[in-house]
Nanobody, 127 residues
Framework: QVQLVESGGGLVQAGGSLRLSCAAS????????MGWLRQAPGQERELVAAIDWSGSKTYYTDSVKGRFTISRDNAKNAVLLQMNSLKPEDTAVYYC????????????????????WGQGTQVTVSS
């Protein structure tokens, strides 16, 4: 089974940057689609960005396009989320998540395929 550990959250002023890291354990982690989801208080969990298992396809929700970049380093079993030009509305708990399927890019941009979760890391953007 895959285990995911996030790091890199914190408090930042609006306009600032943070980089979230996700360390994945398990031999199959490089074969899975990976995503970053976030949940703000009182709101549903939202798929922010996703990358397919090969690293050739990426997805971003509209509100972060041009500001966030997802990448993966399969040699290090790591997935990164670079967040620039942060806004107060980006404040949330950010979760790294993995697709339970292997070697398929089908629906990698769909929140429902991500059902292996990390513990989450808090991102707070002050105005």
């Amino acid at each position: 089974q895959v285990q995911l550990v996030e790091s890199g959250g914190g408090l930042v002023q609006a306009g600032g940057s943070l980089r979230l890291s996700c360390a994945a354990s398990g031999r199959t982690s490089s074969s899975r689609n990976m995503g970053w989801l976030r949940q703000a208080p009182g709101q549903e969990r939202e798929l922010v960005a996703a990358i397919d298992w090969s690293g050739s396809k990426t997805y971003y929700t509209d509100s972060v396009k041009g500001r966030f970049t997802i990448s993966r380093d399969n040699a290090k079993n790591a997935v990164l989320l670079q967040m620039n030009s942060l806004k107060p509305e980006d404040t949330a708990v950010y979760y790294c998540a993995a697709d339970s399927r292997l070697y398929t890019s089908n629906s990698y941009y769909t929140p429902g395929v991500y059902n292996i979760w990390g513990q989450g890391t808090q991102v707070t953007v002050s105005s």
